[in-house]
């Protein structure tokens, strides 16, 4: 018997399994996670239960040591994987093994309008954080575009919640497929960065559900996102990130989400307000984690005051155990996930990816007379002129500055795009800003110049005189009150004095390209002096052979934008009729704070631009192409129908240009006639055609009752009522190519 038993232990330790014990369930993978997580709470203590809920780091959470239930790590942001910091400090760890892809803007990505390039977008940056070992990846930022200042706008997917809604839910499924977590943010109305921490939030109903909800509800109850982030401001006089309407009443109760809400890092303020108001992990909180008796992190408001409320009865450990099932759920979801894939970082799979969404992204937003793509048989000489065509973008800009691998800036792609072929002069115009890191990342770049600024322009204006073509890079950059964390734009302006710049390179030669590096709307008083003008946003890594690829004609622009470019702050409604920034007010509960009354309501964008019969610079959903479409008549299959039936609308385009090329076809809805107030026109579809020269396909859209719905915020709920409507397809939101009517029954 001896013999055998010790063979039985042999064969144990050979093959790993314990012979022992049962494999505990919260172990046992085999074992559907809802049953491992009730395992592992009834083994768990008060104060391991209440460890789980706050960091113990900058970036991460402990999991249960004691049963080998692992940390939670998290890490910005949402377009490319933050370099290590130290252990409780936002400055970097020095680690040698983590610099990353940086990839194109949010608002770049929205510009594709194509859902393929949000799954490739989100897979690519999953596989990055997956590889860094990261369970939950801090973004994607879905929050609305509502006003041009917003220093964060960059982060985001544009001013429509239908376009946003698409994008980051296919983000999020990419993310995922790795098993790890986004984090969608910032939950919810954080649509400017003045005075982020205090500003109150003061929106309607309709506005709520028809304009700043959406995106957050396709990320969660579509895409299925298993954390979200809670934002800084407040909402309706209630801190978001534990907003008794939002988090409890609305993510967690009407729509049923089982995820995780994380705060931001530093917006919890209060233990009651925290437990009651659905918050589930805190992070960031004031402390460094180092300074004061122990170890700070126990002064967190999830922390001892939270173990002591427990224990004392003043919070029920039912509703503990909520916040500690939905924790262990994510951490089953991703740590503990043994059948993950292992990611991958700074692949030639993810610089393509990088390169081929900037590409599909580009906007061409003027060209007259086909200036683009340069004609290299008749531009002998290139004047670059401008900061931008020189200046490393990837580092700055708040929480998602990132460590690349690399960064081709502007100047570098078209000289090696053109070689010797053609020649490239470069001058710098002027001295916008010459940082040299953020959070003790390196541009590696010394922009210092000796010169006067009068010299700098006047030897930018020499050799734009000589050229065949003017190339001026300008635009914003990361640095602060522009397109930066915590701080909006002043102004629509252009900084630097580059509206001048430009203005006068125009009068000494008219041949001036304008390529806008930025991740939000400026100002363009140039616009009537210039030949062509391309919307370049951050473009990441690869961002001068994006650029010059497009210049060149070797790509064809396909992208529109996903936001209103406005001529004056005027044509926006959260200034026309909004009080951004805001009313200081003495809160007797909340402190300062600043309320901000969302009076533009559900008129955000395009929305107020029909609604007031304005002309914007350019308006959403704008872009042109090297080639050129027609569209058909559209047509639809009924003229009546119930609320819930399915109406299909068809529409011819033909590529009747010289190249193949990519065209978003949108398909906007009207609702004739409707007992609430309700904007001319908004998104319910697009799609992206490509076509050959010549060629025509048949574009379909299908119509159901969550295009046709409003919100009445007296009966709570959505409603399609009888009466006309219009299909309406448009090349942009003003570039309207046909209607068609049809009608919804009683
Ligand atoms: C920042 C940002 C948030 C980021 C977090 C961690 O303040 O608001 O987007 O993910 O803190 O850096």
């Known amino acids: 018997m001896k013999i055998k038993s010790t063979f039985l232990l042999a064969l144990a330790f050979s093959t790993g399994v314990s012979v022992f014990a049962d494999t505990p369930v919260y172990l046992d993978d085999s074992k559907p996670i809802e049953e491992r997580i009730d395992d592992a709470i009834s083994r768990m203590t008060l104060k391991e239960k209440i460890a789980l809920l706050h960091a113990q780091s900058k970036f991460s959470a402990p999991g249960v040591p004691s049963l080998g239930i692992p940390e939670l790590w998290t890490d910005d942001g949402p377009m490319g994987v933050r370099p290590e910091v130290l252990w409780d400090e936002w400055d970097q760890a020095g680690w040698t093994n983590d610099s990353c892809t940086a990839f194109p803007s949010l608002t770049c990505l929205a510009a594709t309008w194509n859902p393929e390039m949000a799954k490739l977008y989100g897979k690519s940056i999953g596989e990055e954080a997956r590889y860094r ?9 879905v929050n609305i575009y509502r006003t041009p200042l917003c220093g964060r706008n960059f982060e985001y997917l544009g001013e429509d919640p239908y376009l946003a809604s698409v994008m980051g839910a296919d983000y999020v499924r990419g993310v995922q497929s790795n098993g790890v977590a986004v984090c969608v943010k910032h939950f919810a109305l954080n649509n400017n960065e003045a005075n982020r921490y205090t500003t109150n939030s003061i929106v309607g109903d309709r506005a709520l559900y028809e304009i700043y909800l959406p995106a957050f509800k396709a990320a969660t109850v579509d895409a299925g996102a298993w954390s979200l982030m809670g934002g800084y401001n407040l909402v309706n006089g209630q801190h978001a990130t534990y907003n008794q309407r939002l988090v409890n009443e609305i993510l967690k109760g009407e729509w049923d989400w089982d995820g995780v809400v994380i705060s931001d890092w530093g917006a919890v303020h209060d233990t009651k307000q925290a437990v009651e108001g659905g918050l589930d992990m805190e992070f960031g909180t ?22 002591n409320g427990v224990r004392d009865g003043i919070y029920s450990e039912e509703q503990l155990n909520d916040k500690v099932r939905r924790v262990l759920r994510l951490t089953m979801r991703t740590a503990m996930n043994r059948n993950r894939p292992w990611g ?3 692949s030639a799979a993810h610089h393509q990816a990088c390169r081929e969404i900037g590409e ?33 973008m990837t580092v700055g800009g708040g929480s998602s500055s990132l460590k690349a691998q690399y960064e081709i800036h502007p100047l570098e792609g078209l000289q090696k795009r053109f070689g010797d072929d053609v020649e490239i002069i470069y001058e710098r115009g002027y001295v916008g800003d010459t940082v040299t890191h953020y959070n003790n990342v390196w541009t590696k770049q010394d922009l210092r110049d000796p010169r006067t600024p009068e010299q700098l322009k006047a030897d930018a204006l020499n050799a734009a005189k000589d050229a065949d073509m003017v190339l001026f890079f300008g635009g914003l950059n990361k640095m602060y009150f522009q397109d930066s964390e915590g701080t909006d734009r002043e102004t629509l302006d252009l900084p630097y004095g580059q509206n001048e710049l430009i203005s006068e390179l125009a009068d000494v030669n ?3 390209v304008v390529v806008n590096i930025s991740g939000t709307g400026v ?18 890594n690869e961002t001068g052979n994006t650029l010059a690829g497009i210049l060149a004609g070797d790509v064809n622009p396909s992208g529109k934008m996903p936001y209103t470019y406005y001529a004056t702050l005027d044509q926006c409604g959260a200034h026309k009729l909004g009080d951004y920034p805001g009313t200081p007010r003495h809160d007797p509960v909340e402190g300062d704070i600043i309320d901000m009354y969302y009076n533009d309501d559900i008129y955000v964008g395009y929305r107020f631009i029909d609604k007031n019969k304005l002309k914007p610079t350019f308006p959403f959903g704008h872009g042109l192409s090297y080639t050129t479409f027609e569209y058909g008549k559209a047509a639809i299959d009924k003229k009546k129908g119930s609320a819930d039936d399915i109406f299909t609308v068809t529409i011819p385009v033909t590529n009747t240009g010289d190249r193949e090329g990519s065209e978003i076809v949108q398909l906007y809805i009207s609702d004739l006639k409707s007992s609430l107030p ?36 007296k009966a709570h709920e959505w409603v399609v009522e009888p009466g006309k409507f219009e299909a309406i397809i448009g090349a942009s939101s003003a570039d309207i190519r046909s209607k068609v009517g049809f009608e919804i029954e009683k």
């Open 523 to 540: 100002a363009m008083p140039w616009l009537d002096k210039v030949k062509a003008v391309v919307q370049g946003w951050y473009l990441g």
């Open 286 to 307: 004031g402390t460094d984690g180092l300074t004061g008796p122990g170890n700070s992190y126990d002064k967190y408001w999830l922390a001892n005051n939270y173990y």
């Open 510 to 512: 008219p041949n001036i």
């Open 344 to 346: 991958s970082i700074n």
């Open 678 to 713: 309700r904007p001319v026109k908004e998104l319910k579809g697009f799609s992206k055609v490509r076509l050959a020269p010549g060629q025509t396909e048949n574009v379909t859209f299908e119509i159901g009752r969550d295009a046709l719905a409003f919100f009445d915020d």
């Open 133 to 141: 070992n990261k369970s939950v990846l801090l973004g994607p930022g």
């Open 360 to 392: 599909e992204g580009v906007v061409l937003l003027k060209n007259e007379n086909k200036t683009l793509p340069i004609a290299t048989d008749k531009v002998r000489k290139i004047a670059v002129i401008g900061e931008n065509a020189i200046k490393r």
